[in-house]
């Protein structure tokens, strides 16, 4: 990358205008909980579209794309989850988080592959006819060279502006403040990140505030296939939920992950996904709107008293209110003693809510849940995500 020219960065904080639109934005989503972490119900051809939106308004777009083995390994490590949670679009990347939303009547139509959608945008983007700016971080040594050679010379509607072998070491040590001005001098659309999930997560969530590009990404293989390293797995291969197979066949290394990764999942399905199923299925649809009231503010505390069930099809009240009170800057107590039921759709708000509570160092916190408000927490492992306290 140009090292020739060196820009600071300025770390400022949001106004409270871009605040209010960014908690709006984020709590409006259409967003599921799948095993724990949050998903937009969207499509491969929406997600395009949204970056492209995001890449014309230079609006930040923190891009997460989920496969199995994130949603176990965030089962594990707080931080990672965290790291999910906090993403601005989130995409299910696995076949088998399809087929568990299927189970569970979660509406995640089809899966959202983060290598698919890097290469829509490689081949269909167009922008007044200047080409989408992308900057590698990480990979093999020589990949991304290898990947940066091969843009150059095709005709596409992609361009590689820079790319970066960070080597060995700490997320800070990964970003000294030279190389973030050498991303943000490239005046790049989309930094694609190529670390590990975990230490790519963290690496994009420590300097996302620091970056000017508006699209920030995890996409570990692309670098990869996009030089010609590793092949993509054949079509129907991709649609059938059989790419694992074809990615063991061309990189041995990952047997051991992914036999893992089927054990964890097989005992995750048998613990949780199925008595959970059963729960959804007995559960009678009942969609009451009754209003969410606030019963009291104490200093930045805010209660609220909930009852009644609380599905997608009633939480605009609870939604507005939420937003209300995120923005205030009021941690969140929610009474669920009178709540006979929540669905995944109810639970992607929350992990919402806490997006921005966290970021600002407050908390939310479900109180007195109901027996079956504290199964469903349990079952999608969030009973101490959202601090469910049996009072």
Not at 186 to 203: C, F, H, I, P, T
Request: charged share 20%.
């Amino acid at each position: 990358m140009n090292s020739n020219v060196v820009q600071t960065t300025s770390m400022t904080e949001p106004s409270k205008d871009v605040r209010l639109e960014n908690i709006r934005r984020d709590l409006s989503r259409d967003v599921w909980c799948v095993l724990g972490l949050p998903f937009d119900a969207t499509t491969e051809a929406a997600t395009c579209e949204h970056l492209l939106h995001c890449i014309e308004t230079r609006q930040k777009c923190f891009f997460t794309t989920p496969n199995l083995n994130f949603a176990i390994t965030a089962s594990r490590d707080e931080a990672f989850r965290q790291s999910v949670i906090d993403s601005d679009w989130v995409v299910a990347d696995g076949m088998p988080l399809i087929w568990v939303a299927k189970k569970l009547g979660i509406p995640l139509t089809e899966r959202v592959a983060g290598s698919s959608v890097f290469e829509a945008l490689r081949q269909g983007y167009a922008r007044q006819q200047k080409k989408l700016r992308v900057v590698f971080f990480g990979g093999p040594d020589g990949v991304a060279a290898e990947a940066f050679k091969k843009i150059a010379t095709e005709d596409s509607a992609m361009e590689v502006v820079g790319f970066y072998s960070p080597g060995f070491g700490s997320v800070e040590e990964m970003s000294p403040q030279d190389v973030i001005d050498q991303i943000n001098e490239s005046e790049a659309d989309m930094v694609v990140v190529a670390l590990g999930a975990k230490r790519g997560q963290a690496w994009i969530d420590y300097n996302q505030d620091r970056l000017n590009a508006p699209v920030l990404t995890h996409l570990g293989a692309v670098v990869n296939f996009v030089a010609g390293t590793v092949a993509r797995a054949p079509l129907w291969m991709q649609k059938s939920g059989l790419e694992w197979v074809w990615r063991i066949w061309e990189e041995r290394s990952l047997l051991q992950r992914y036999w893992s990764d089927g054990r964890s999942f097989l005992r995750l399905y048998l613990s949780a996904v199925r008595p959970y199923s059963r729960l959804v299925d007995n559960h009678q649809p009942v969609t009451d709107t009754r209003e969410t009231n606030t019963s009291s503010i104490s200093g930045n505390v805010a209660t609220l008293m909930l009852s009644g069930t609380y599905v997608r099809e009633n939480l605009q009240p609870l939604r507005a209110t939420t937003i209300d009170l995120v923005n205030q800057g009021c941690s969140l107590l929610l009474d669920c003693s009178e709540v006979y039921y929540i669905d995944a759709a109810f639970l992607g708000l929350m992990l919402m809510a806490k997006k921005h509570l966290h970021s600002a160092g407050l908390s939310i916190r479900l109180v007195s849940p109901s027996a079956t408000v504290r199964r469903v927490l349990e079952l999608n492992r969030l009973d101490e995500q959202l601090n469910a306290l049996r009072v």
